[in-house]
């Protein structure tokens, strides 16, 4: 079954409430992705080697100038040029594939960012993930996705569609849906940045800490997990709390930041979690449309007004917005975002866990 993005949200989203299926998925318009893209590659991969390029061209013109001038003066047989030129061109060419595709292997690569809220009054949880896909060589089975879900792909390509085009269409794959989920195959492209948008409930979700008040207005904050904790902050009544680098199993009673406080000292603990678009798209005349195209519309479109982007500007920039009753937690790796690539290696990623109903 051949499908877009929109058909599979008809299928699959159908199974949300409506007003929860509109808060997730929302407008989902180039404009309101910004430049989420590019914030999300992978820097590890996709780069082309160049000084290794260099040194094959530079290792060709030696061969085919002087290098072939001298041999066939010593045989004698000029003539030969003819054919040799020609020959070690299409040698240079295909070492410069070969070694293009064995720099970047065959193995497959994934990060994603992920947002979820979780209720401690109902025990419901709900997540948003981004992920993105590059592989040398996809996997047959393709991208396999358990339970209740909603996927939608994402592309590159927000100059091609307009401003306010939806870059989600015109990207193909066929989708089987059973009771166990749904797989994605024949999306996945070989050697391609490819990215995909995951918003489902889990039902098997755990909160990392536990929050308890104390008498004197105060809080105590407990880590339930066996992983370091990169930051917590809670918020009670007018007083925030904010702990770094909580140990396994280790309580704490963080001291309390006001209002003015807590803005300019949450941005220094998360100085660098942002993703950030690389370095080589951010000049004029880069390899990306030569510094105009899609990633002009991309930085005029500004950062992404998506859930997981509005939550990663007021939960890592600011925590302004966050009510009494709530917290939020940096953890570094989350169960409960699913990686439907059992071979694929996770490069980088960042979970935030916002958690509500405390009290």
């Known amino acids: 079954v051949k499908q877009e993005a929109s058909g599979t949200e008809q299928t699959v989203g159908a199974a949300f409430d409506n007003p929860v299926r509109l808060a997730i998925a929302g407008d989902l318009s180039a404009a309101e992705d910004g430049d989420w893209f590019l914030r999300h590659l992978i820097a590890e991969v996709g780069k082309p080697p160049v000084w290794g390029f260099c040194a094959i061209v530079v290792l060709f013109s030696l061969i085919l100038g002087p290098g072939l001038l001298l041999v066939t003066q010593r045989l004698g047989r000029r003539s030969l040029l003819v054919f040799l030129v020609p020959a070690i061109s299409l040698l240079a060419t295909a070492a410069i594939v070969v070694y293009n595709v064995v720099h970047e292997g065959f193995d497959t690569y994934v990060r994603v960012t992920s947002v979820t809220r979780y209720n401690h009054w109902t025990g419901d949880a709900f997540t948003w993930s981004r992920q993105t896909y590059f592989s040398g060589w996809p996997p047959r089975e393709g991208l396999s996705v358990p339970g209740q879900a909603l996927l939608r792909p994402v592309s590159e390509g927000v100059g091609r569609y307009g401003y306010y085009g939806n870059p989600r269409k015109g990207i193909d794959a066929r989708v089987y849906l059973n009771d166990e989920g749904q797989v994605w195959k024949s999306w996945l492209k070989p050697r391609q940045q490819m990215q995909m948008l995951i918003v489902r409930p889990a039902d098997d979700f755990r909160p990392p800490v536990d929050v308890r008040p104390t008498a004197d207005g105060r809080v105590e904050v407990e880590n339930l997990t066996d992983q370091a904790l990169p930051m917590v902050a809670v918020r009670r009544d007018d007083l925030f709390f904010v702990h770094v680098d909580l140990q396994p199993h280790q309580t704490v009673a ?72 709530q917290y939020v937690v940096v953890v570094p790796t989350n169960p409960a975002i699913p990686i439907p690539l059992d071979n694929g290696e996770v490069t980088e990623q960042l979970h935030v866990v916002i958690g509500e109903g405390l009290w």
Request: aromatic fraction near 8%.
């Open 254 to 325: 963080p001291p309390p930041l006001r209002g003015g406080e807590i803005s300019e000292h949450v941005r220094q603990i998360a100085s660098g979690w942002l993703p950030e678009r690389p370095a080589e798209l951010d000049e004029y005349g880069s390899l990306w449309s030569f510094g105009f195209g899609d990633r002009y519309l991309a930085n005029a479109a500004g950062m992404p007004n998506d859930a997981i982007g509005k939550t990663l500007r007021t939960t890592l920039q600011s925590l302004h917005e966050l009510q009494t009753g």
